[in-house]
């Protein structure tokens, strides 16, 4: 009688079962840090590009505002453009392309902008910000790193 028995069936399940088990810590880890590289390519983005936009106040090409500090407005003005106060024919200047969604973003309703903590340069977040000077993650999740999300 050529086959498996019930027995050889069980065991050979049980391994399975147990590999299964023991490497999906390891999915779920290697998850965690996909995600986590997300979010420093996306906090470097637009990190540069509010560091892109103050300098391009510093050099005169936009116009600053008498009581502004220099930083955009909002975050959605680094996509849509500011006129070049240099330049006679008003080209824009453009300094993202899109505006990068957190990854540990837990609301999918939300507009990419929405999904950052905004921090003014006079300190105030959020709805107080009069600015960008600074974004974060709304995550209240610790990484991997044992430091918070919110924090990085």
């Known amino acids: 009688m050529r086959g498996f028995t019930l027995v050889e069936l069980l065991v050979t399940l049980a391994l399975l079962a147990l590999l299964v088990t023991s490497a999906s810590p390891v999915v779920q880890l290697n998850t965690k840090r996909e995600k986590e590289r997300e979010l420093k390519r996306a906090l470097w983005q637009i990190r540069d590009a509010l560091d892109a936009y103050k300098d391009a106040v510093d050099q005169g090409l936009i116009k600053k ?26 080209k824009k200047l453009f300094f993202l392309r899109r505006i990068p969604r957190d990854p540990f973003a837990a609301d999918s309703g939300q507009s990419n902008a929405e999904t950052w903590r905004i921090r003014a340069y006079d300190g105030a977040i959020d709805d107080m910000a009069k600015d960008v000077y600074d974004v974060s993650s709304r995550s209240p999740a610790i990484g991997i790193n044992q430091q918070p999300y919110s924090e990085w």
């Open 65 to 90: 505002t008498a009581d502004g500090s220099g930083y955009p407005p909002n975050l959605a003005i680094l996509v849509t453009g500011v006129e070049n106060a240099q330049d006679r024919k008003k």
